[in-house]
């Protein structure tokens, strides 16, 4: 069964400070993979797209890395912000021939940044 | 510039009454079109996904359904709500025939209580 597992389910860092969300997954074969962020009680917003060809991928303070031999995302925050509180969302598309390519979706990473 | 709006964003309804929500998107035109459902603690699920008017796919069986009356316009129905149907929906559309690693944009949500 296609699988995405994210960790830790929730996270409290102190403004300033680095973290680092996992994503691991069994989704095969395997398209793309992607993070969103989603504010509390609003839709996901897409921080990174990856291929399984790209090992990483920048948006500003955001580095999301893949090491698709593991099956195994992270994605970096550094200096983080009080508008990082959010929910972190690991999603890996599986890649199918024709049709429609699903999105699987992980449960997310609560971040809680305290000043 | 394409907008996606979603209503209402909150909405208390009785066991049995029945539902509508409405997604409409603007600054595109045949886009693909997606309702999610989002439980607390778990991954967004897929309910139906459309790639044109008339055209709707549904993931998973349930007590909902959905029309696409018009090309950017994407409505979310049941007849009698039941308690399990509570839970965060979202609305999302992204391009059509485009690569696979195209965006998927995302509504501000429904916050649904069936009480």
């Known amino acids: 069964k296609n699988q995405v597992e994210q960790s830790p389910q929730s996270l409290i860092i102190l403004e300033g400070k680095n973290c680092t969300l996992q994503c691991n997954y069994t989704v095969s074969p395997f398209s793309n993979l992607r993070w969103y962020k989603q504010d509390t009680g609003r839709g996901p917003v897409s921080l990174t797209i990856m291929t399984f060809s790209e090992n990483t991928k920048s948006n500003g303070r955001y580095t999301a890395t893949l090491d698709a031999d593991t099956k195994q995302s992270s994605l970096h925050i550094t200096a983080s912000q009080l508008s990082d509180s959010a929910s972190y969302i690991c999603v890996v598309r599986d890649r199918v021939s024709g049709g429609y390519n699903k999105l699987i979706f992980g449960a997310g990473t609560r971040l809680a940044v305290h000043p | 510039s394409q907008t996606i709006h979603q209503w209402p964003a909150t909405l208390v309804q009785p066991v049995g009454s029945p539902l509508s929500l409405e997604c409409t998107v603007e600054g595109t035109s045949n886009p693909n079109l997606y309702w999610y459902r989002q439980a607390a603690g778990r991954g967004l699920q897929l309910l139906f996904y459309?790639?044109?008017?008339?055209?709707i796919s549904s993931e998973v069986p349930q007590n909902l359904s959905a029309s696409r009356p018009q090309d950017r316009q994407f409505i979310l129905s049941s007849k009698k709500l039941l308690l399990s149907d509570s839970g965060f929906y979202l609305c999302?559309?992204?391009?059509?025939?485009?690569?696979?690693?195209?965006?998927?944009?995302f509504g501000s949500g429904t916050q649904l209580s069936v009480l």
């Open positions: 459309s790639v044109g008017i008339g055209q």
């Open positions: 999302a559309w992204s391009w059509t025939g485009g690569s696979t690693n195209e965006k998927l944009f």
